[in-house]
């Protein structure tokens, strides 16, 4: 089992803050538009999360107040992070985050697209295993623009930008999720699992 699991805020929160280290820093930091939106669910079907401060720097960095970062838990299991970062009308709110985990001295051991299925849909996800020193752990992450689902950064970057030229509202989120890779068949079940109750509750469309 990993010992870090046992510190998951300042995992947390420096994974968030060297991302945004790294891409936004000596950017000019103005004022953007916030879209009222519901806070992440404290309970997903049988999971039950506890709210991880986001520090105020990070926060600045991003240019964004929609950040969130919880820890959801499920009977004895490792937990599952929930990251989630938006951006309404702002597109620099938003990284791969791959680059994050290489800024906080992780090794990217594993990536690339995969295809789930939760709730009978198929999902096409990005799937990341990185490390430290003995640590391991799996993370899968997801783009949206104005309800759009893609795992490609580049794709949600193209759908803002159109957006903005139609001037449609210029919206979307980064969603990340990741857990203890303590062996690859449960952390992959147990994000699949979270997957799926997030699913159940929100039911995203496809493009």
């Known amino acids: 089992m990993v010992t870090s699991l046992t510190r998951p805020q300042p995992i947390a929160l420096l ?13 000019h930091h103005a004022s953007r538009p916030v879209m009222a939106r519901e806070p992440m669910p404290t309970t997903l079907g049988t999971w039950t999360s506890t709210p991880i401060p986001v520090d ?9 107040e929609d950040v969130e970062l919880l820890e959801y838990k499920q009977a004895q299991e490792p937990p599952v992070w929930l990251a989630h970062v938006g951006g ?12 994050c985990y290489v800024g ?5 051991l594993e ?17 990341l295993v990185i490390g430290q020193e003995k640590a391991r752990f799996e993370a899968w992450y997801w783009f949206t623009a104005n309800g759009r689902v893609t795992p490609n950064y580049y794709q949600q970057q193209l759908w803002l930008l ?8 210029m919206g979307g989120t980064l969603m990340r999720i990741s857990t203890a890779f303590d062996d690859p068949a449960r952390s992959h079940q147990r994000l699949l699992a979270f997957l799926t ?4 509750r929100h039911q995203p469309t496809t493009p």
Do not use: C
């Open 15 to 27: 994974f968030l803050a060297a991302s945004a280290g790294l891409l936004w820093t000596g950017q």
């Open 56 to 64: 105020r720097r990070a926060i600045d960095i991003l240019e964004t």
């Open 88 to 99: 309404f009308g702002n597109r620099a709110a938003f990284h791969p985050p791959e680059l």
């Open 104 to 108: 906080s001295h992780f090794e990217v």
């Open 111 to 127: 990536r690339g697209p995969i295809t789930v299925t939760a709730n009978g849909q198929s999902r096409r996800l990005m799937r």
């Open 162 to 169: 159109l957006d903005a030229l139609y001037s449609k509202p």
């Open 197 to 200: 109750a997030w699913e159940t």
